[in-house]
């Protein structure tokens, strides 16, 4: 499978990744990060991400604050833990 992803680095060490492969129904959206990053940076570059995604998505998270970010960012809740959002039209 072919996975398209981004990767923030500073000073040559890698602190965020984000992510898609896709599936027959949707992209399956993946992302992780160190503590630390500015969450003006890490919103930014949500929405910009969002932004190029032209398909049906899907992901799964494993905390509150991870729900809570997926909520502001449009995503809706599809079941526990698990969010889909649809491209901007």
Do not use: H, N
């Amino acid at each position: 499978m072919a996975v398209r992803a981004k990767v923030l680095e500073r000073d040559g060490e890698v602190l965020g990744i984000a992510g898609y492969y896709v599936t027959p129904r949707a992209a399956v959206v993946f992302s992780d990060a160190k503590p630390g990053i500015p969450k003006q940076l890490i919103w930014r570059e949500a929405v910009a991400f969002m932004a190029d995604l032209k398909l049906p998505a899907i992901c799964a998270c494993e905390s509150d604050g991870a729900a809570r970010f997926l909520k502001r960012l449009g995503w809706a809740e599809a079941g526990e833990g698990v969010f889909t959002w649809q491209p901007y039209s």
